[in-house]
């Protein structure tokens, strides 16, 4: 009796350590997932603010490009962390968006406002975010 007793309290005591395991790992993949999307929030807004100073004509090693290359190969980075760490449903918008803003930053201005062409990519991607956190 006593070993079908102990034998019961370790296979419960597994089963118990097994289920923290799994929690642990779940929370560890969701901080992850977190970093990476703070990542590519805080690439945005530097590439944004190249393309705001993106003068008329521009040339590979001004210093403006000297600049823009870092911020842009930095947003590229993090959407790209996105795509593998993330889940399916947040790449799409990620992607739009780190395409509208190299759009901004590698053609000239428009008539109308960088923000308001942004905007939408950026509502989007930031929807997608929250949905795929929550």
Known sequence: MTYLTQRTTQRAADRAEERRRVAARAEERR?????????????????????HARPPRWEVGDDWYGTARPAM???RIA??????????????????????????????????????????????FLAAARRGLA
Do not use: M
């Open 31 to 51: 901080a992850e997932q977190i970093r990476t999307v703070l990542a590519f929030i805080r690439c945005a807004p530097e590439a944004e603010g190249v393309a």
């Open 73 to 75: 190969d930095g947003l």
């Open 79 to 124: 959407e790209k962390s996105i795509e593998l760490l993330c889940a399916p449903d947040l790449h799409p918008p990620t992607t739009r968006y780190a395409r509208a803003l190299n759009q901004a930053v590698r053609q000239e201005r428009d008539e109308g406002s960088l923000a308001e062409r942004l905007e939408p990519f950026k509502a989007e």
